[in-house]
Structures are given as C-alpha cells and as structure tokens.
C-alpha cells in the first residue's frame, strides 16, 4: 500500500476537457470516494492512476515516484471496471488467478490457491469457481471482478462503481465486507460511485468532481455539513437539498441569491404556512413534498405521521446554506 | 437456447430435415462421383450409362502413383509367382512398373505451398489487423481499402508483371516464391476478416491484462488470441482453400521443382488413352487435406461465421 498524489493532472479527449489541473493526495490506507455525474472525469481519474492513460500534463505519484512513463503493470494497481471485464474465455477459477500467475507476481501455485479460497468465500462465489464467466448472472460476474482485485496486494485498488450491479442485500453485505477488509489490511482505495450511501459509509474522503475539476475535497461530513457550492451540496442527501430563492424567507442575509435547505435544515411546526402536496411512506421515514409560495420542497418527517396532502404545515429554515447567483456558498467560507 | 416464438411443428422439421437432406445429397453427388470414379477400371469409367454399381478396383491409384511401360513379350512370356500385388495388376493390362510417379512430390509440394502460405497470411494478417484494430494507424482507413483494393481484380490480370517479376527475381519454380505469391494474395482477405473479429472484442479485456501485471504483447497473446481463435481458425481455412485450389498461376509459374497438384492431375489423363479412374483417384487425394484440415477446424468455423451473432 502506498500514498498516491495526482498533481494538476490535466487531460483532454479532442476538446472535452475530462480533468482541469486535478490535485489530491489520497494518503495511505485512506477510501477516497469520487462523486460527479457522468462525464464529471471519476474514471478518467482512475485510469490516470492505473496508467492506461497518460495525462496530458501534470503528475501521478505512487508511493513518492513519478509514474511517467510506467506501464499499468510497472505501478501495481488493481482496478474493478465498471464493466466487469471478466475474461470470456477462462472459468471464474482461471479469471481470479489472472493476476496471481503474471509475471509482475508469479505467484506460487499454494498461495494462489489460499488467496482464492478466502477471497470466494469472502464474495460468496465458491460453488461456482469452475464456471465459465459467460454462464454468470451479472451480480456475480461483479463479484467475481471484485475477487480478481482482492486477490492482489496492490499499492492501490482502483474501484469503478463495483457494487452497481449488485441487489440491494447484497450490495449492503458487500459494502461492509469491502469496508472492514480497508479497515483491517490498510488498503487504499480510490472509488467511483453514484451511491450516497456507499460514499457516507466507506469514504474517509470524498472528492466531488464537476467537469473535470475536483470542486472539494475533505471528509464525508465535512462535504454533507459544509459543502462550498450547489453542486457540491447536490451529491450528497436523500432526498436531495432543496435550492429556493433566498428572499422567500425572512432573514436571509443582503447578498445571498439562493438558499439550500436540507431535510434536517427544515424545521416543520413553526414560521410560515405551506401545502402538503403528497406524502410517501417509505417505512423508515416519511417524504413529505410540500408547495411554499409556488416553490416546491421535499422534507422528511415522523414515519408515523398523520398528515395528508392538502393539510398545512408550518416551516422555518433551520442553519440553512446560503448561495450567490453563481452557487457558490454565500457566507461562512469567503469573503 | 432457443430464440423462435414457437416451436416448429413436427412437420415443419420433417420439411425442414427432407430440404436440408435433399441438397446436400445435390452438393455432394460431384464429390462421390469423383470418389467412385477413382474406384472403377477404365470402361466402367466411361460406361453409359454410367454404372452405379461396379467392380471396385484400385487400379486407378496404382496408374496413379506410378509410371509404365508395356510389358515386352519375354517377359510377358515368363511370369514370375513373387510379383507384388501391384504390378500384377498392371501386367493383366500388359504393362509394367517401370518406376514411382511424380504424383506424391507434386501432392506434397501443395501440402508445403498451401499450409505455408495459410501460415503466413495468418501470422502477418492477424498482426496487421491487430495493429488496424487496437492502434492509431495514420489513414488507417485508406490503407484497408488499398489492401482490399487487390482483390479487385482477379489476380491473374496482373499475371504478366508477376512473371516478369518472378522471373527477374529468380523466383520461378520455386517453393518460396509461391508461398510469397500465395502469401501476398491472402493477405488482403486475413487482414480484413481477422480485423472484423478483434474489432469485436472489447479493448476492455486486454486493459484488465494490463493492470492484472501483463505487457501489452502479453496481454495480446493470453486474452485477444484465444477470443479470436475461432476468426482465426474460419480465416485460415478460407486461405488454405485458396492456396490449394489455385490453379492459373501454378500453371504459370511452376514447372519442374515446384510444380502443385492442381497444374499436375490433369497430365495424369496420359497420352495414349483417357486414365479417368486415375485422374480421379488424384482429385479424391488431393481433396483430403482440404478436407480433414476443415473438419479439424469445424467448430471453430462455425462459431466463426455466427461470431457477430452470438456475442453479447
């Protein structure tokens, strides 16, 4: 395991800009989690870091060395592709021992076996070791990726959304699994999701991508309850904050163009009148989607609630984030 | 696995099974009059109507791998009792072995023209259209269509320049020179074909290659390789068919040394009478390599020519 640092990694596809000057030093054993939507540059970040492309300027340092120049093979990094990329042509037996039987491990032919023993049972993939990949069913074929990762001792693993297959249960067993094996080897850990859960959860950082420049950069938390812009505030909470005009609230400061209000930062029973317009049990919880001053809201509330659409219920921002017409934080962090 | 809405009804298939039967039986009736011919004696041959059911002999293949003479009346008029099997054969007629045909030396100069130009339009084919398929070629795309653009033509037009060629290179009537012919006509078809089939196997494959520790070349021999094994196999078979069948320049440009099968079996025919059975024992030979080569790549073929049909 090692410290990896991207330093203002920039690279272009024709005139798409897929990383502008991207810094970050993902420290040694630390999940780093990178959130943006598609075409925000989370793989193209990976694919810098495994070297099956090269920046167009900038840096990739593993464990201190410059990576310039190195073949994927010379960094030793693992990497989950979003599309499995399982080869059709060996079983899942022979997939998983890919990595072990190269030359960069040349592995012995006992270890392989041990590696593989604790990894299937890990990943629940035992009884089917001897199948061809192309008779899996697509969770498994997942599964089977992952493995052909964890197998490895790498400097670093490269995941691409690798749970995204994944049913729900399965997908909750796997996210602890993967996070306990970071916690208890020390691994690092680079990881494209989309799942807030997965990066709440596992990240010790989160880097939120847009367009290709990483926008912030800082501990799950620090993005959730500090979050330097719209964007930003808009990767993470479900259901997701909601922006409104700052002055449709009273005592909004002079300057702020827009408020962000998330579940919690709506305080329901107080202050001004609003239209319930639906209600969704959910079971745990309760979404409320609510009409003020022909805006619309989604909040959550008691699970148990007896309110119905067409009732009214009173709100009140509570510690909400202010915005400027660009929507970048209006207070608190500048000027 | 199934992919009809529903099931064919049992005199469907019974239609199906009597049309699928009723033209191989048409294809393949040249093929075993070929095969029978080499069985029969001369005026069985040429019988008419044709004979269906005859007296097999081997005659024909002893005609022809060996080359006689009349028998003269001494020695006709002393029969020896250890004479072997063939030459008894050939003394009812009145002839007499005088020595091997040079049937087995043409056979075996196609047997080295025709795998080993397979072999290299192969070997540079599947480079070349690797490198087509996986790297940034500048005018990648004008570079395939002259490659195609040779076989525009039959190859025969440009007969003459080839020969002048050949015969200024010194490569007239030789092994080498023929499998480069041989080699250079294939090559448009290999690159092409062979380009189609790894253009379908995701890049995504060989980039797992490279960071499960291989190099690229690795990565090319242990995951490209083996999913295009089946383009390969239906490719070379389509090569060697060429190779082996070609005729016109064979006649051209061999003689003596290098001389094929194809230019050959026809002089087998003789000069004093019509030795059908003998010329047709030398097609049903000649037909075999061709034959136990396909059946070897079989499977091979057929997932080759469904490839496109079948992968996800």
């Known amino acids: ?335 | 696995m199934s992919f009809s809405v529903t099931e064919a009804s049992s005199r469907q298939k019974w239609f199906a099974g009597i049309l699928v039967v009723g033209y191989a039986l048409i294809t393949m009736l040249p093929l075993v009059w070929i095969i029978a011919t080499g069985f029969k004696s001369s005026p069985d041959a040429i019988a008419y109507p044709p004979k269906i059911v005859f007296e097999p002999t081997v005659e024909g293949y002893v005609n022809l791998f060996t080359t006689q003479t009349r028998l003269s009346s001494e020695a006709a008029a002393t029969p020896d009792q250890d004479l072997p099997w063939y030459e008894s054969l050939v003394r009812e007629k009145g002839m007499t072995i005088v020595g091997p045909s040079r049937f087995s030396e043409r056979f075996f100069n196609s047997v080295i023209i025709g795998f080993g130009s397979t072999f290299f339009a192969i070997v540079l084919g599947t480079a070349a259209a690797y490198a087509f398929s996986r790297f940034k070629v500048p005018l990648k795309d004008d570079l395939l269509f002259f490659i195609l653009s040779t076989r525009m033509m039959p190859p025969i037009a440009v007969a003459i320049p080839i020969f002048l060629m050949f015969r200024y290179l010194g490569l007239n009537d030789t092994h080498a020179g023929m499998i480069l012919l041989y080699t250079a006509v294939n090559l448009s078809l290999s690159v092409w074909l062979i380009n189609g089939f790894i253009d379908e196997i995701p890049v995504e494959y060989e980039e797992a290659a490279l960071i499960d520790g291989y190099t690229r070349f690795q990565a090319f021999y242990k995951v490209v390789l083996p999913q295009a094994a089946t383009g390969i196999a239906s490719t070379a078979i389509f090569c060697l068919i060429f190779a082996w069948n070609e005729y016109a320049f064979a006649v051209l440009l061999t003689s003596g040394t290098a001389q094929t099968a194809p230019p050959f079996i026809p002089t087998i025919i003789g000069v004093g009478g019509q030795d059908w059975p003998a010329v047709a024992a030398g097609a049903t030979l000649f037909l075999l390599p061709v034959m136990v080569f396909t059946i070897l790549l079989r499977k091979h073929l057929l997932r080759g020519i469904t490839f496109g049909a079948v992968r996800k």
């Open chain 1, 1 to 335: 395991m090692a410290e990896v640092v991207l330093e203002n990694v920039t690279k272009s596809f024709g005139d798409t800009v897929a990383l502008d000057r991207v810094s970050m030093t993902i420290e040694d054993g630390s999940f780093v989690v990178l959130l943006g939507p598609t075409g925000a540059g989370k793989t193209t970040a990976l694919r810098m870091v495994s070297g099956l492309d090269t920046p167009d300027s900038g840096d990739v340092l593993i464990g201190g060395r410059s990576m310039k120049g190195l073949m994927p093979a010379q960094r030793n990094v693992a990497m989950v592709f979003q599309q499995y990329s399982l080869y059709p042509h060996l079983t899942v037996r022979q997939n998983l021992e890919f990595p072990l039987k190269s030359p960069l491990l040349n592995t012995l032919q006992a270890d392989i076996d041990r590696k593989i023993n604790s990894v299937s049972e890990i990943l629940q993939i035992k009884q089917k070791l001897d199948n061809k990949t192309t008779a899996l069913s697509g969770g498994e074929m997942q599964r089977v990726a992952i493995g052909r990762a964890l197998v490895r001792d790498p400097s670093i693993y490269l995941m691409d959304e690798p749970l995204s297959s994944l049913d729900a249960k399965l997908r909750a067993d796997l996210r602890i699994e993967l996070k306990s094996i970071q916690a208890n080897s020390g691994a690092t850990l680079l990881y494209v999701t989309h799942d807030q859960i997965e990066a709440m959860t596992m990240a010790t950082h989160v880097g939120v991508l847009d367009n290709g420049r990483l926008v912030q950069f800082g501990s799950p938390r620090e993005i959730y309850e500090d979050p330097v812009s719209i964007y930003a505030a808009s990767r993470l909470g479900q259901p997701r904050i909601n922006i409104l005009p700052a002055d449709v609230f009273e005592g909004s400061p002079a300057g702020a163009k827009l408020i962000g209000l998330r579940p919690e930062q709506i305080a329901q029973g107080e202050g001004e009148e609003s239209f319930v317009t639906r209600v969704e049990h959910l079971g745990d919880q309760t979404r409320l989607h609510l009409s003020f001053k022909n805006h619309d809201l989604i909040t959550v509330t008691d699970a148990h609630t007896e309110l119905k659409s067409g009732d009214i219920v009173k709100i009140k921002p509570d510690k909400p984030f202010y915005f400027d017409a660009s929507g970048d934080r209006f207070s608190g962090r500048e000027k």
